[in-house]
């Protein structure tokens, strides 16, 4: 067409770059050409075929299992087994396979450990067989050969213990039994008839045994030996205080200042202050399991903790007295100096008395007060004479004549010139 001209190829080629030239498609390449195993290209074409063991289907691309044992059982002498693109032959029991791989050869049981027969093996074609020798059975799981056991019928006539042996049997006895002169029967053996059966304490014979046990108060350890029980040990052998183990039993007992009631368990205060236990010289508390003595005001308790004796109070800070303390029995009281008035209030303070204030303290004319004392004077123109109270008019004129010049008149508390 339009003056020029183009190359084509066979199916099964293709045109490379010259556009000339065809080459083979190679079409195992893509997707296998489709074939389910082996895939052959050839010139402009391909085909697919199988692994040994396989076979091309009609589509001419999967390929499926021979079964090799369908057609004269796979040459195999027994059993042929078909597998994936294979097959194997093996053989029944007592046969084993030969190095063809297919044949099938009698397997000899008892050329290996005697076919596990304990006596006797035969091989037979396919099997084999245990027996056994005079004097003995095969048991049911026919390779064991058992004694003819005597003692599986009436127990050998044995009255306890058979035991069969090869050929024979024998008669025993279970531990505390004693086989008579029969040889056959067997009597209970008295343990405690020799050495109290090694009890320490109590014995007690049993058929066929017997045990040991302990009076009360006492426990048995390695069944035959007594132990003194610690009851103790144990909540304090329910004693509320004191629990005294002895040999074979224990007591309860008590603190001081307390003592066992009806219980013999339990512990009660003992009020010492209701007795003459106690001693106390004054005042006596009741505490639990003691007591306590104490004393009254103005008293202190001596170094025995009973007897009170007298506190002086004064020897104190003077018992807080501003003056005089003078103790007393169980207690003591304030005093004061002449002058002085206690204060009834704290009845420990002194206070001035004021003497002027009662009848103005005797003075006949002028009562002045001190602390503790007072003194009386007299107005001008008069004169205190010797009781220190009482004023006498003062004669001026006999002194000095007054002064005056003249005449002198005394007047009473004055005079005049």
Same mark, same amino acid.
């Given at each position: 067409?339009? &003056?020029?001209?183009?190359?084509?190829?066979?199916?099964?080629?293709?045109?490379?770059?010259?556009?000339?030239?065809?080459?083979?498609?190679?079409?195992?390449?893509?997707?296998?050409?489709?074939? %389910?195993?082996?895939?052959?290209?050839? *010139?402009?074409?391909?085909?697919?075929?199988?692994?040994?063991?396989?076979?091309?289907? =009609? @589509?001419?691309?999967?390929?499926?299992?021979?079964?090799?044992?369908?057609?004269? #059982?796979?040459?195999?002498?027994?059993?042929?087994?078909?597998?994936?693109? /294979?097959?194997?032959?093996?053989?029944?029991?007592?046969?084993?396979?030969?190095?063809? *791989?297919?044949?099938?050869?009698?397997?000899?049981?008892?050329?290996?450990? @005697?076919?596990?027969?304990?006596?006797?093996?035969?091989?037979?074609?396919? %099997?084999?067989?245990?027996?056994?020798?005079?004097?003995?059975?095969?048991?049911?799981?026919?390779?064991?050969?058992? +004694?003819?056991?005597?003692?599986?019928?009436? @127990?050998?006539?044995?009255?306890?213990?058979?035991?069969?042996? *090869?050929?024979?049997?024998?008669? /025993?006895?279970?531990?505390?039994?004693?086989?008579?002169?029969? #040889?056959?029967?067997?009597?209970?053996?008295?343990?405690?008839? %020799?050495?109290?059966?090694?009890?320490?304490?109590?014995?007690? $014979?049993?058929? &066929?045994?017997?045990?040991?046990?302990?009076?009360?108060?006492?426990?048995?350890?390695?069944?035959?030996?007594?132990?003194?029980?610690?009851?103790?040990?144990?909540?304090? &052998?329910?004693?509320?205080?004191?629990? #005294?183990?002895?040999?074979?039993?224990?007591?309860?007992?008590?603190?001081?200042?307390?003592?066992?009631?009806?219980?013999?368990?339990?512990?009660?205060?003992?009020? +010492?202050?209701?007795?003459?236990?106690?001693?106390? %010289?004054?005042?006596?508390? $009741?505490?639990?399991? /003691?007591?306590?003595?104490?004393?009254?005001?103005?008293?202190?308790?001596?170094?025995?903790?009973?007897?009170?004796?007298?506190?002086?109070?004064? =020897?104190?800070?003077?018992?807080?007295?501003?003056?005089?303390?003078?103790?007393?029995?169980?207690?003591?009281?304030?005093?004061?100096?002449?002058?002085?008035?206690?204060?009834?209030?704290?009845?420990?303070?002194?206070?001035?008395?004021?003497?002027?204030?009662?009848?103005?303290? *005797?003075?006949?004319?002028?009562?002045? @007060?001190?602390?503790?004392?007072?003194?009386?004077?007299?107005?001008?123109?008069?004169?205190?004479?010797?009781?220190?109270?009482?004023?006498?008019?003062?004669?001026?004129?006999?002194? =000095?004549?007054?002064?005056?010049?003249?005449?002198?008149?005394?007047?009473?508390?004055?005079?005049?010139?």
């Amino acid at each position: 067409n339009n &003056g020029s001209y183009l190359c084509s190829c066979n199916p099964g080629y293709q045109l490379i770059g010259d556009n000339r030239t065809c080459n083979d498609i190679n079409e195992c390449t893509t997707l296998n050409g489709n074939c %389910s195993q082996v895939c052959n290209n050839v *010139n402009g074409s391909y085909f697919c075929s199988c692994n040994t063991g396989y076979q091309l289907g =009609a @589509n001419n691309k999967t390929c499926y299992d021979v079964n090799e044992c369908s057609t004269n #059982n796979g040459n195999c002498d027994q059993m042929c087994t078909n597998t994936n693109g /294979s097959y194997a032959c093996s053989c029944g029991l007592g046969y084993m396979l030969s190095s063809d *791989n297919s044949t099938c050869n009698d397997v000899d049981e008892c050329s290996l450990l @005697n076919g596990n027969c304990s006596q006797m093996c035969n091989n037979t074609i396919g %099997s084999y067989m245990c027996s056994c020798i005079t004097g003995y059975f095969l048991n049911s799981n026919n390779q064991i050969c058992n +004694e003819i056991n005597e003692c599986s019928t009436n @127990n050998g006539n044995c009255s306890q213990l058979c035991t069969n042996t *090869n050929g024979s049997y024998f008669c /025993s006895c279970n531990h505390g039994y004693v086989l008579n002169g029969n #040889n056959m029967t067997c009597s209970d053996i008295n343990e405690c008839a %020799s050495t109290n059966g090694n009890c320490s304490q109590m014995c007690t $014979n049993t058929n &066929g045994s017997y045990y040991c046990s302990c009076l009360s108060g006492y426990q048995l350890v390695s069944n035959v030996t007594c132990n003194d029980i610690n009851e103790c040990s144990a909540n304090n &052998g329910n004693c509320s205080q004191l629990c #005294n183990n002895t040999i074979g039993s224990y007591y309860c007992s008590c603190l001081s200042g307390y003592q066992l009631n009806i219980t013999n368990k339990i512990c009660s205060d003992i009020n +010492e202050c209701a007795t003459s236990t106690a001693n106390c %010289s004054q005042l006596c508390t $009741n505490t639990n399991g /003691s007591y306590v003595c104490s004393c009254s005001k103005g008293y202190t308790l001596g170094s025995d903790s009973k007897t009170c004796n007298d506190t002086n109070e004064c =020897a104190i800070n003077n018992g807080n007295c501003s003056q005089t303390c003078v103790n007393t029995i169980g207690g003591f009281m304030c005093s004061c100096s002449v002058g002085y008035g206690l204060n009834y209030t704290y009845n420990q303070s002194c206070n001035d008395i004021n003497e002027c204030l009662s009848n103005k303290g *005797n003075c006949s004319q002028i009562c002045t @007060n001190t602390n503790g004392s007072y003194f009386c004077s007299c107005t001008s123109g008069y004169t205190l004479i010797g009781d220190r109270m009482t004023c006498n008019d003062t004669n001026e004129c006999t002194i =000095a004549n007054g002064n005056c010049s003249q005449i002198c008149t005394n007047t009473i508390g004055s005079y005049q010139c």
